[in-house]
């Protein structure tokens, strides 16, 4: 059972880690939609230091309004992001007002 | 010189030499491959085969792929659903976790970035283009997407819907363009060669 599903809103958290994270300061504090789960892999933030042995992580395509992403003016409303998020960098949107 | 206000690693190395023209990285390789060939590890023909594998995959393949959708509906919703298990049906040997393939439709386009660094899709379609690598387009085709096309001479209308993946972390992604209006009058070969690189990463979108 994974804790999120297609269509779910959700927060990406801002762990402040160091080292190899693959999740880029841009779509931090960001909300979106689950669009896809994709299954589970060796967390990156592992295997850059030799953690070869797990635990596996479940990760999501997520998707954002870009309107959302950037100040700009006149950014068509329908255009949209996706990105891949590790499930620990993940919360649900109603739960996260205080999550980092 | 001009004054600097920043630290120099914030600048783009992309290749730094030495004085006699010798590219850093280059000295790294070309001293551990003498030392593990001394050491009866590694011969250089392992090396240059590993090298031909890294350079035999390609857009032909990428273009087999795409005229087949085009051309076979049951293989294009099986691409659509398993992109890996689909692109390896054509012989076509995948190394990546997972192939997402991704359709532009007359009111969808499709751009595929790296932002974090370059992934793509290689065993598919060989090394990326340089720019695509660049750190200009990692942060602009996020940023201003749209004006990225622009400068590839794709100017999107603003009712069509954008959609930039950033291939960020485990998926690989392909761009399935939309067929030709003449689909029809084309055999499979002509179709593949129809198909350009560009197609597949998004920066470009009419097949014609």
């Known amino acids: 059972m994974t804790r999120f599903a297609a269509g779910d809103r959700v927060r990406v958290l801002a762990l402040h880690k160091d080292g190899h994270v693959r999740i880029p300061y841009y779509i931090r504090h960001r909300t979106g939609q689950v669009t896809q789960y994709c299954g589970t892999y060796l967390n990156p933030e592992d295997l850059a230091v030799g953690h070869t042995s797990g635990p596996a992580v479940d990760l999501y395509r997520v998707a954002f309004a870009q309107t959302q992403l950037w100040p700009d003016d006149g950014i068509p409303s329908q255009d949209t992001l996706v990105i891949e998020i590790y499930d620990h960098w993940l919360a649900p949107e109603k739960d996260s007002d205080d999550a980092p | ?208």
């Open chain 2, 1 to 208: 010189m001009m004054p600097h206000d920043h630290d120099h690693g914030e600048h783009e190395a992309l290749i730094i030499e030495d004085e006699a023209g010798n590219i850093e990285a280059k000295i790294v390789v070309d001293a551990l491959q003498q030392v593990l060939a001394q050491k009866g590890l590694l011969t250089a023909h392992e090396v240059t085969a590993a090298i031909a594998k890294l350079e035999s995959p390609g857009l032909h393949l990428g273009a087999q792929i795409i005229a087949k959708a085009w051309t076979d509906l049951d293989y294009k919703a099986r691409l659509m659903s398993d992109g890996r298990a689909a692109v390896q049906e054509l012989d076509i040997p995948v190394t990546e976790a997972r192939i997402i393939v991704v359709e532009n439709t007359p009111r969808v386009h499709n751009l595929i970035t790296c932002t974090l660094c370059s992934c793509y899709p290689r065993s598919i379609l060989g090394q990326p283009p340089s720019w695509y690598i660049s750190k200009a387009y990692r942060a602009r085709s996020v940023r201003e997407p749209r004006a990225v096309l622009k400068e590839f001479g794709l100017d999107l209308s603003l009712d069509m819907k954008l959609v930039v993946h950033d291939s960020n972390a485990d998926m690989r992604y392909l761009v399935l363009p939309e067929p030709p209006s003449d689909l029809a009058n084309h055999t499979r070969l002509e179709l593949e060669a129809m198909i350009s690189r560009d197609h597949l990463i998004g920066v470009a979108r009419d097949v014609t």
